[in-house]
């Protein structure tokens, strides 16, 4: 054989031998498939992370009454009839926010629409004559307070601090009737004669229960002495409110900022 015809032999040998091998592996590639695993849901510990900076919003019943008192000289005068007055039942309305800053320390800063005042009823046994009268004080009110606080999704306050407040009114419905039986009545308003200012301690005990990873139900009893009088200092009493209030509501958790 020839050079030419040994050259060709040998092309056409190199050329066949990867087709060879191919059809006799016989394997086919085959195509991994990757499955997507989910990561774990991290578990939310309520008393841990960013869920403990909480919004509020609620409402109170109040059942308030005073402490009242003659005025010193010279503006004093007799209690007389007030001396009967009984409390007064009323609603009230909050905001606020509220902090666990850190295991067991809470504090809380609100605004609230605080309300109380008192009534008087009078009937004549000897005639028709009757008297009554409903006194409500209307107050704007800042609570701010710090609170031993314990648990998770079931959480205890129990704590206490100041209330300072400004009036926002006063009103007092007078209804009577006269000796020949006829009824009138009379409405008083207005801020002069008394007090703009006021100072009261509270104190609070109450828990909140944790609804899901945004929202909870609050219910928290407070108590409000107030230091300071209702009335400005020329007025004939000393009148200091105290009430308890059942606050209740709902709370939104927020991000801390």
């Known amino acids: 054989m ?18 060879t091998g191919q059809i006799s592996t016989g394997k086919v590639e085959e195509k991994t498939v990757v499955e997507e695993v989910e990561p774990p849901k991290t578990r939310r510990v309520p008393t841990e992370g960013l869920d403990e900076f909480a919004f509020y919003l609620g409402a109170g019943r109040v059942y308030a009454n005073r402490d009242l008192e003659s005025n010193k000289a010279p503006f ?19 905001v606020g926010v509220r902090n666990r800053v850190s295991k067991f320390i809470s504090y809380d800063a609100g605004f609230a629409l605080d309300r109380f005042g008192e009534s008087y009823e009078f009937d004549d046994p000897d005639s028709d004559s009757t008297f009554s009268y409903t006194s409500r004080y209307s107050y704007y009110a800042m609570p701010i307070q710090v609170f031993f606080t314990y648990g998770k999704d079931l959480r205890i306050f129990a704590g206490g601090g100041i209330q300072p407040q400004l009036l926002a009114g006063f009103r007092q419905e007078q209804k009577w009737n006269t000796i020949l039986g006829s009824a009138q009545e009379a409405t008083l308003k207005g801020k002069d004669g008394f007090n703009g200012f006021g100072l009261g301690i509270i104190a609070s005990c109450g828990f909140q229960w944790r609804l899901n990873k945004n929202t909870s139900l609050y219910m928290l009893p407070s108590w409000v002495w107030n230091l300071t009088s209702t009335y400005d200092d020329q007025s004939d009493y000393i009148h200091k409110a105290h009430s308890f209030n059942l606050k209740f509501g709902l709370t939104v958790h927020l991000k801390q900022p």
């Open 2 to 19: 020839d050079l030419f015809k040994q050259l060709v032999l040998a092309g056409v040998i190199v050329v066949a031998l990867p087709v």
């Open 76 to 94: 004093g005068a007799p209690l007389g009839v007030r001396a009967d007055e009984t409390g007064l039942k009323a609603w009230s309305f909050q």
